[in-house]
């Protein structure tokens, strides 16, 4: 059966990039189809300035917010990276293998390493090793496809030339992994800077809309997105990044596809209308299943324990493997 990983990193509140260009997808096809894990990749909120308690909070409403999407602990395995020590373990091998001239070529890196700086703050290390680590969540699995959007395809593509390269010098040991992006709604963008991604992590709140927001706050931020100077509603992504981005949001929340929904509005207003209300009604089971959650901690928790347990057998064998064969002495 084909092994899926796929995970979110609890820096923000979930958005809904998150939700139609990863989420949905291991909802809807990935458990049902395929041996997957999904994982709140908690030692990844470190590698830029953090709050700890923070931390703590969003990686428990990330978990809380998968199920409440639709995962089902019968059918994959939700679980917290830093319960599962075979991840960081793999890692340090994996940078044994990597080099720091393929780490300051990510594009991730070069982006928030200069906003750090721009701050006046430091760049930790950990954010130019951060797709090392990555590439450990995905190997460790022995994951053959990994469900994320289109931000994450160069890490994939990393994890796939680490894989590669250590099977090559040390014997066959890693699965090479493949990135499989959504269809549609690959790169939502923020609706008040359509040429730039909806990120969790960023500040622009009103460009952003999160899993949580009230329908009315979703409302409003969708009618005040930022389209065009012209007026024909088209799919034109680099011509026209607004109504694009509208366009393909309406695709996904509706199963259609963005070029077939050109020409069928005649305004901008009738089409943040439609898309305002289709991301509310696919919102609002996720929202009210969320509530009910919050009010079951202990469910939460011990779906996370039970997952942890499972991912550490899952991935020992392979890591334990990884150290034979890069010469490590075993223990007695
Ligand atoms: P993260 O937490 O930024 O995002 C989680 C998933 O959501 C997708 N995504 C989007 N898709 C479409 N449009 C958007 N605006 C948008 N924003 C986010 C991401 O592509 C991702 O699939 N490094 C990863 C987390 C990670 C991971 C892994 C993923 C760590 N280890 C191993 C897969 C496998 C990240 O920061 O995702």
Redesign the pocket.
């Known amino acids: 059966m084909t092994r899926v990983?796929?995970?979110?990193?609890p820096t923000g509140h979930l958005?809904l990039?998150?939700y139609?260009?990863?989420m949905r997808r291991w909802v809807e096809v990935d458990q049902h189809q395929a041996d997957a894990l999904f994982c709140i990749?908690d030692l990844?909120a470190l590698t830029v300035e953090h709050d700890p308690a923070r931390v703590r909070r969003l990686s428990r409403q990330a978990a809380t917010l998968l199920l409440a999407a639709g995962l089902d602990p019968e059918r994959c395995t939700v679980f917290v990276q830093s319960h599962v020590d075979e991840h960081a373990r793999l890692s340090y091998l994996l940078e044994c293998v990597a080099t720091d001239g393929e780490m300051r070529r990510m594009i991730q890196y070069k982006e928030k390493a200069a906003r750090e700086r721009a701050r006046g703050g430091s760049v930790r290390l950990s954010l130019l090793t951060y797709p090392v680590l990555?590439a450990a969540?995905?190997l460790a699995y022995g994951t053959d496809e990994?469900p994320?959007?289109?931000?994450?395809t160069q890490?994939v593509e990393l994890a796939r030339d680490l894989a590669v390269r250590f099977n090559q010098r040390y014997g066959h040991t890693f699965v090479v992994p493949r990135a499989t992006p959504p269809q549609v709604?690959?790169?939502?963008m923020n609706l008040q800077d359509p040429t730039s991604?909806?990120?969790?992590s960023d500040d622009s709140g009103p460009g952003i809309v999160y899993v949580l927001d009230e329908p009315d706050v979703v409302r409003r931020k969708v009618m005040r997105a930022v389209t065009d100077s012209g007026r024909e509603v088209v799919y034109d992504r680099d011509g026209r990044p607004g109504v694009a981005n509208l366009l393909e949001i309406l695709a996904a929340c509706t199963g259609g596809n963005p070029s077939g929904l050109s020409g069928v509005y005649e305004s901008y207003g009738a089409l943040k209308k439609d898309t305002a209300e289709a991301v509310v009604e696919v919102l609002r089971p996720v929202q009210e299943r969320h509530r009910e959650l919050c009010a079951d901690p202990g469910y939460v928790e011990g779906v996370l324990r039970d997952g942890a347990e499972r991912a550490r057998a899952m991935a020992r064998p392979t890591v334990d493997a990884a150290y034979r064969a890069i010469g490590l002495l075993p223990a007695a």
Do not use: P, Y
């Open positions: 990983f796929s995970g979110v990193k958005t990039g998150n139609l260009g990863a990749v990844h990555m969540d995905i990994v994320v959007g289109d931000d994450q890490h709604a690959a790169r939502v991604k909806m990120g969790k």
